[in-house]
DNA sequence: GTCTATACGTGGATAGAC
DNA sequence: GTCTATCCACGTATAGAC
């Protein structure tokens, strides 16, 4: 077999895809770091140590890389907290944990909610990009949604209004609880403010009388 | 008095103040149209009519006009919606008609909230202007705080959490669907989530009792 | 397939002419 | 005080050497 075309390569050949996933990551670092508008081509294989010229066998031109970005793990991390769900014995209290553990992830990574916000603004300016807004948009509700159900049937619950309007309304409550404190950044406030949302989310729901 | 110094001039002697204040309108619009990276010091001149020399014996730098942006009736157009309130017999249905009223002002213009949310990002970026986004909340927080109260008050009704707490809720709640709203555009679901956190927040008051 | 050097345009800011 | 011409740094993208 091969040992320097398609493969893994003898020393310094290490690339294709893996440069790809190289460049992306170094782009989030950098834009982490410095800002989305500091995440030049050149900064980004700075950063990756690479040469510049890298930067166009791997990404036909700038926005394709954005769309990467925007594809990939970016909301992972968001919906990261979901899984450690505990359903307690009672629905708010269950539900102030899940939020306070979406919200320990917000404050550990509050880099990445900047980045992403940032990136979600500039696609939806960029007629080629402007429709990855809406398709993570609806990746992450579709998340939400499952997850609630997930959540209600565990927990023995049942909503008075349809999943999709909780998880719209979950959704918009928690970006802006995040967009809030990231200009004043207290996060007191911001908790405070999460656990009443937990509470009246709360009363969206009632005991499942089983048939 | 002279007649070309200081006040106002015999025909083209325009400046002072005044252009600055014509480079910031022009600022906005470019940034409403094409997105705040479109806006550059030469495009904004160009839409105001003047040369490009122009912008910086009216600004040191670019920074200033930010801050003079950040500074101004950005928010203004925000809290312009709360002054109709009509304070209904439904707590609930007065809350309701005050999101609406909110919502049709931000459906009007949807680009302001873009372009004001892309300022508040670049803010926080830049050390020099980080502290905006912490004013602007809080102006926009008090002003909502003092809103409520004098709802309240109309109304007949008393709270039965701090009205800054609320005020904090309804600030995020409406960033929120704002913020989802911009990324899948679909109005009924917004005004759906709006209207339900009408209802939630509703809970939150109860008659007030006479002293 | 990998990387260097460079081209081309643009942005912010300034020196100096009117 | 107003504006033109220009400087310099940087961004994206490409042609072509290894």
New binding site residues.
């Given amino acids: 077999m091969g040992t320097a075309?398609?493969r893994k390569?003898a020393k310094?050949?290490?690339?294709?895809d893996v440069?790809r996933e190289r460049l992306v990551a170094a782009a989030l670092r950098v834009m982490k770091r410095d800002g989305i508008a500091?995440?030049?081509?050149?900064?980004?294989c700075a950063e990756a140590d690479?040469?510049?010229?890298?930067?166009?066998?791997c990404?036909?031109?700038?926005?394709e890389l954005y769309a990467a970005l925007l594809s990939t793990d970016i909301n992972l991390t968001l919906d990261a907290a979901w899984p450690a769900v505990v359903p307690a014995a009672d629905p708010a209290e269950s539900i102030r944990a899940l939020f306070r553990t979406y919200w320990a992830a917000v404050q550990e990574d509050p880099e990445t909610q900047l980045v992403l916000t940032e990136l979600v603004h500039l696609a939806l300016r960029e007629p080629e990009l402007s429709e990855l807004p809406a398709w993570e948009h609806r990746a992450y509700h579709d998340k939400v949604v499952s997850h609630l159900e997930r959540f209600m049937d565990e927990a023995q619950l049942e909503l008075t209004v349809a999943t999709r309007v909780l998880a719209e309304m979950v959704i918009s409550a928690l970006s802006g609880v995040v967009s809030s404190w990231l200009s004043h950044r207290d996060s007191a406030v911001a908790m405070e403010a999460l656990d009443h949302f937990a509470a009246l989310f709360a009363t969206l729901t009632r005991p499942r009388r089983s048939a």
Avoid: D, E, L, N
Wanted: charged share 15%; net charge positive.
């Fill in positions: 075309s398609t390569a310094k050949q290490v690339s294709a440069r500091a995440a030049t081509t050149r900064a980004i690479m040469p510049h010229g890298a930067f166009h066998y990404f036909r031109s700038k926005q």
